[in-house]
């Protein structure tokens, strides 16, 4: 039984090493897929331990069928503990790395403000601030997020979300599969109950996690 605890525990863990994946050296379209992929598969495992736990608890009913539903009520029950314990260890390991990367974009975030208030407006774009504002435009720091999206108060993200006092915004593109894609995003004036969607965020430090 020792094997059956150990590969369930195995089992449990890849959706946390799947989004580890996504701030590695490893491509950014592969380890979304893999993540997506392991997610969906944690979901299907999950499932499928808790239908047939409850199946082999039926099983016991019948005497002819205890040994075997109890070995399986074993294994199920292995599974859907570990299987579980990898889906609530998931996302607090994604919202780990969106802190981290709220503090990496200090730098970022302090050269707009001070561009702002030194020329009197926001820049058109990141590449305004080099050289004078910061060596470089830099990377987010998680592979499959690398660049940082930045907007006008009138342009692509700025103009869906109804930041009236804040004159631009920074968001990180996040896909989370084929279809669907995630936004982690800032304002300036960090008040966002005034955006769309607003009920599908999750304050993260001073941004904000927009589920799509």
Not at 38 to 65: D, E, M, R
Not at 123 to 151: D, F, M, Q, R
Request: charged residues 15%; contains cysteine.
């Amino acid at each position: 039984m020792s094997i059956v605890v150990i590969i369930s525990f195995v089992l449990g863990l890849l959706p946390s090493f799947s989004q580890l994946l996504l701030s590695t050296s490893i491509d950014g379209g592969i380890s979304i897929l893999i993540n997506s992929l392991v997610s969906a598969g944690n979901t299907f495992v999950l499932l499928f331990g808790i239908v047939t736990f409850i199946a082999s608890l039926l099983a016991l009913t019948v005497k002819s069928n205890r040994y075997i539903a109890s070995k399986v009520l074993f294994i199920c029950l292995c599974v859907v503990v570990f299987a579980f314990g990898g889906r609530k260890l998931q996302p607090a390991i994604q919202t780990k790395q969106f802190e981290d990367l709220a503090d990496r974009s200090r730098p970022l975030i302090a050269a707009i403000s001070r561009f702002e208030k030194e020329q009197g407006r926001p820049p058109n774009n990141l590449a305004a601030l080099v050289p004078s504002y910061t060596s470089k435009v830099p990377h987010t720091g998680i592979a499959a997020y690398p660049n940082y999206e930045y907007h006008a108060l009138s342009t692509g993200l700025g103009r869906s979300l109804k930041h009236s006092d804040a004159a631009w915004a920074l968001s990180v593109s996040c896909p989370v599969g084929f279809l669907d894609c995630d936004y982690f995003y800032y304002l300036p004036t960090e008040k966002y109950s005034d955006c769309d969607f607003v009920e599908m965020t999750e304050p993260i430090k001073n941004w904000v996690y927009l589920r799509r």
